[in-house]
């Protein structure tokens, strides 16, 4: 049984927002850039900008797990940490169930936002403070959400969500560095999970860990999603796990979507160069298939200074002369299908 906090919440800013027929997480062309500065004995200058979210457009519906994949760098992390508000966007929108999230509001709109917006971290130990008990940890955010509700109501919520997680009530008074790596990435879920959010941005939640603890994880996350009608925004870098848990794929290149499809239409009808190039090398378990890998030419470029046009020209494989001149922009080739290239594959 999951209980609520209905007796607890004093703002409804999504009266107007229909779960059927809008999304509930919508990016528009969001750009989030971090100025490069030269400091000279007098002032300090901005010379260049890290162009680390260059104009995203997406979208998540309700209860879905979007996967989100890329190499190291391409953006993934921030994109989740503008959605969480962890991060203000340079340009463009957030819309969460119709609201667009960096427009002014009240901290009481605002608290009512970021409760239902959650993440969880790669390394939890990192992210859990290791001066406090797993108790404190997982109590913090009712006393930043609901600072009216009883200590013992907290403390009795705390347990509820520990045995949740898969973890014993007498894990609450212990600290961070006497558990697992495994037991650690429970108790970040415990504490995202503790006031029921709607969204939970997964920023490769199992990538440090063993492969038999990622394995109880994703299970984890996939019990959780249905108890609590979560949605999931995952990131990772790893294809098979994206295959695994993912119902939709985006597919990200130095900051921008190259194409985002459900997961099995991803994998059977491929129409990024830059995604058939991810899947070819995917290693298969039967030695029978023949495998034609796409091996990538150079390194990802900089985000400080990315090629023009296509930011994958330089290394695709099908790039012709207009690829370096126009930006291809995420166009729905198929219903439910988004591609940014001017020669997909399909
Ligand atoms: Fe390749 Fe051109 Fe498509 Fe970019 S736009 S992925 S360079 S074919």
């Known amino acids: 049984m999951v209980t609520t906090f209905e007796e607890y919440e004093t703002v409804d800013l999504f009266a107007d927002w229909d ?3 809008q999304p509930i997480i919508n990016l528009i062309n969001l750009r989030k850039w ?4 030269q400091q000279s004995v007098l002032f300090s200058q901005v010379v260049a900008q890290i162009k680390a979210v260059d104009g995203v457009k997406l979208f998540l519906n309700k209860g879905e797990t979007l996967g989100l994949v890329g190499e190291s760098g391409c953006g993934k992390s921030t994109t989740a940490r503008v959605i ?3 991060e203000e966007p340079t340009e463009g929108s957030v819309y969460f169930k119709g609201i667009d999230i960096f427009q002014p509001m009240t901290r009481e709109e605002e608290l009512s936002i970021k409760r239902q917006l959650q993440m969880v971290f790669q390394d939890p130990y ?9 108790l404190d940890l997982i109590k913090e955010p009712f006393d930043i959400h609901y600072p009216d509700m009883a200590y013992e109501e907290k403390e009795s919520r705390v347990l509820e969500i520990l045995a949740k ?5 007498y894990h609450a008074l ?8 495994g037991q650690r990435q429970r108790i970040g879920i415990a504490r995202a999970l503790a006031i029921h959010p709607e969204v939970i941005l997964l920023d490769e939640p199992v990538s ?3 492969v038999s603890v990622q394995a109880q994880i994703l299970n984890l996350l996939r019990d959780l999603q249905i108890d609590f009608n979560l949605t999931y925004m995952f990131i990772a870098h790893d294809l098979s796990v994206i295959k695994h848990v993912s119902d939709r794929v985006a597919v990200m290149y130095l900051g921008k979507i190259m194409e985002m499809t459900p997961t099995g239409e991803l994998f059977r009808r491929t129409a990024h160069p830059y995604s058939v190039s991810l899947l070819s090398a995917i290693p298969r378990p039967d ?4 495998m034609d890998r796409i091996i990538l030419e150079g390194d990802v470029p900089s985000p400080i200074n990315p090629p023009s046009g296509c930011p994958f020209h330089p290394r695709c494989y099908k790039a012709q002369e207009i690829c370096s001149k126009e930006t291809p922009q995420l166009k729905e080739i198929e219903p439910n299908h988004y591609v940014s290239c001017h020669f997909p594959e399909i």
Do not use: C
């Open 126 to 134: 990192s992210s859990l403070n290791p001066r406090r008990m797993v």
């Open 84 to 86: 969480s508000k962890l």
């Open 19 to 21: 779960s059927k027929t």
């Open 174 to 181: 212990r600290y961070p560095h006497e558990f697992s790596g």
């Open 34 to 37: 971090f100025p490069v500065s």
């Open 165 to 169: 997680v898969g973890l014993e009530d």
């Open 208 to 210: 440090a860990l063993d």
């Open 287 to 290: 030695p029978r298939i023949k």
